[in-house]
């Protein structure tokens, strides 16, 4: 992490958090993470003082072995460790969507979070498995709508305006498959950070007004992209008491055509206009590029905003020289700061904090369930319900037609 660190530039101010990997993103032991209390203990202790260089080397062979038979899958987010293993690496839904054009591999090892496996699990073949190699590597933001709470809003929703049959449920990506299913069985859709207004779009040639889950900041920046106006939105508060409409008032649910369930990505949600600010102070001429996760006066300040791809490709075709702050998680930023030296990347967040449960798929779990492969036991499989993965897949289908 050093080249990272010395491309970050540090913010005037900026309070330094407490985090993790306040020491760097580089793979040590799984013993000493600090975190690993709190992570799938139920690993073989065999794994938990491994070094960097083993875990690597049996990655390598047990990846050997596999053959075809398997397809390692690395999220953008995931750290260097893994994703040197991975066949393909890209956002969520590219990923599961090349699964579901692996049906030579039997095993789909998801190094990512809990509902991107789920995702694979829904769009792969009967005959693939899928695995996650650390089955507490859930998502914060994901986590925020349960489906209790999705259907209590649902139901005062349907009190409140004395029907549901114009409001079309819209889910990010970054949820349970069960409240994809939701969306299929209620006329909805899902949608990904590089698609979300063509998704809007196809909800409101069908309904008056859409419900958007879990993240507030993709719905917010998608609605106003498309010129609905913040006061034509309003917020969802899942944690207010039933019965209270989510603490939004009757009247600006009358006027309101997108309602935000009040989620957000603990990541994104970090990056500010300060930063945005202090990066151009110090480096006059720099491009700022944002997630869509992060808040709306973040996106507003920003040059660009776009999905982890469109990141990517925007440090990609910059000119040589070009010097570019990023919000979005550090692994990735890394990872474009490393594949383009002739240009200065760096994240707009001081603190090297990466997503801290894409962090928890440690080489350590990788080389577990691969070994465990070799001899012929699965472990981790992530299995989304028959009927769940029915209706999930009508949502997701939709939104693939869009395309
Ligand atoms: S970066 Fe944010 S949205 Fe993505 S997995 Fe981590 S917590 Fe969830």
């Not at 069960?178 to 990904?192: D, I």
């Not at 465990?372 to 037609?401: D, F, Q, W």
């Amino acid at each position: 992490m050093a080249d990272l660190l010395t491309l970050t530039p540090p913010m005037p101010g900026a309070a330094q958090l407490q985090c993790e990997t306040d020491t760097g993103i580089a793979t040590i032991p799984l013993a000493d993470e600090v975190s690993f209390g709190s992570w799938q203990r139920g690993i073989p202790e065999a794994y938990w003082s491994l070094d960097a260089e083993e875990l690597t080397a049996r990655i390598g062979a047990a990846r050997k072995t596999l053959g075809t038979r398997a397809v390692i899958l690395g999220h953008h987010y995931q750290r260097e460790d893994i994703i040197e293993f991975a066949d393909e690496r890209g956002d969520s839904f590219a990923l599961a969507q090349y699964a579901a054009e692996r049906p030579e591999a039997e095993y789909i090892v998801f190094c990512g979070v809990h509902f991107m496996a789920e995702a694979a699990d829904i769009l792969c073949a009967p005959h693939q498995q899928v695995i996650l190699p650390n089955l507490e590597a859930g998502c914060s933001m994901s986590d925020m709508a349960s489906v209790p709470d999705v259907l209590q809003a649902w139901r005062e929703l349907g009190e409140h305006f004395g029907t549901t049959d114009d409001i079309i449920p819209v889910t990010y990506m970054n949820s349970a498959a069960a409240l994809k299913a939701f969306c299929g069985e209620h006329g909805g859709v899902v949608c990904t950070s590089s698609n979300a207004g063509k998704v809007l779009d196809w909800a409101f040639e069908r309904g008056k007004r859409v419900f958007f889950f879990p993240d507030q900041h993709l719905g917010r920046n998608t609605g106003h992209a498309m010129g609905i106006g913040l006061d034509e939105m309003v917020l969802w508060d899942w944690r207010r008491p039933a019965g209270s409409l989510g603490g939004a008032k009757p009247e600006a649910l009358d006027r309101s055509r997108i309602i935000l369930w009040q989620g957000h990505c603990s990541v994104h949600q970090r990056f500010s206009v300060t930063q945005i600010e202090a990066a151009r102070q110090r480096y006059p001429g720099a491009k700022i590029v944002v997630h869509p996760e992060c808040r709306h006066d973040v996106v507003q300040a920003a040059d660009a905003n776009g999905s982890t791809a469109y990141i990517a490709k925007y440090v990609a075709e910059a000119p040589a020289g070009a010097i570019i702050g990023i919000g979005t998680e550090i692994n990735l930023v890394s990872r474009l700061a490393k594949e383009h030296p002739d240009k200065t990347v760096f994240c707009l967040d001081p603190v090297v904090c990466p997503c801290s449960t894409m962090y928890r798929v440690h080489p350590a779990y990788l080389a577990w369930v691969l070994e465990s492969l070799v001899r012929g036991e699965v472990v981790n499989r992530i299995e989304v319900p028959a009927e769940t993965k029915r209706h999930a897949r009508v949502a997701l289908e939709r939104m693939l037609a869009l395309k």
